[in-house]
């Protein structure tokens, strides 16, 4: 079974932290994205990378990093977390850049609270 | 970039009718349209989808529409069942080659 696993179901971080959530994917997919899930809003893109240490803004970057250092581990960093960065964060990985042929495989997500 | 508006944001149905969901998109060069189902406390996971060189796809009791000229498209399930309820995102492929996910469509089955 194909997996997109991310480090922590629950956070809770302070203001101020610096915050890394993390995603690995087994399937060997080039493109790995990082979507963060506010109701009402739907799934927003953060930034995306198409190939190790390659990397794309999404769009809502601001505020948020990544890393791809490995073709299976993508990570997102909160610089310094704020409480309006307070939500579920999904990690997914695909094929395709586009979503074709098997579309994204989503981690089970990540719901941070900065406090 | 990319716009997509998903409409109704809730949706409750009898168990045995049928639920349309629609979205409409901004990038008339968007070639890719999966729509996502997540239950509540799980992941998204796609459905079904469609690519722009057709304008209907069925799988059982979910099909998928898509109107190129009105730029919009529709998740259409028949028969409802309770399993059924969850949360529906349409999505597109457009010029930049991502996917752009619409706001959700909260669906309820009732018995």
């Known amino acids: 079974d194909v997996k997109v696993t991310q480090s922590s179901r629950y956070l809770v971080k302070r203001t101020g932290e610096k915050v890394f959530l993390e995603c690995v994917q087994d399937?060997?997919?080039?493109?790995m994205f990082w979507y963060r899930q506010d109701p009402g809003l739907g799934l927003r893109l953060i930034y995306f990378s198409y190939d190790v240490k390659m990397k794309e803004k999404g769009d809502i970057p601001e505020g948020y990093s990544v890393s791809r250092e490995k073709k299976e581990r993508f990570s997102l960093i909160l610089e310094s977390a704020s409480t309006n960065q307070t939500s579920m964060y999904l990690c997914a990985s695909s094929l395709y850049i586009g979503g074709l042929r098997g579309g994204y495989t989503f981690g089970s997500g990540t719901r941070l609270t900065v406090v | 970039g990319e716009n997509v508006e998903q409409h109704p944001s809730t949706l409750s149905v009898q168990e045995g009718d049928s639920a349309v969901i629609k979205c409409t998109y901004s990038?008339?060069?968007?070639?890719?349209f999966p729509w996502y189902k997540q239950e509540l406390g799980k992941r998204p996971q796609l459905i079904i989808d469609i690519r722009s060189n057709v304008g209907e796809k069925k799988d059982q009791r979910i099909a998928v529409t898509l109107n190129k000229t009105a730029k919009h498209f529709s998740l259409h399930i028949t028969e409802t069942q309770p399993e059924d309820s969850a949360v529906y995102f349409c999505?597109?492929?457009?010029?930049?080659?991502?996917?752009?996910f619409g706001t959700g469509t909260r669906l309820q089955v009732t018995l």
């Open positions: 990038d008339s060069a968007s070639n890719y």
């Open positions: 999505a597109v492929t457009g010029t930049a080659s991502k996917l752009t």
């Open positions: 399937m060997d997919h080039e493109n």
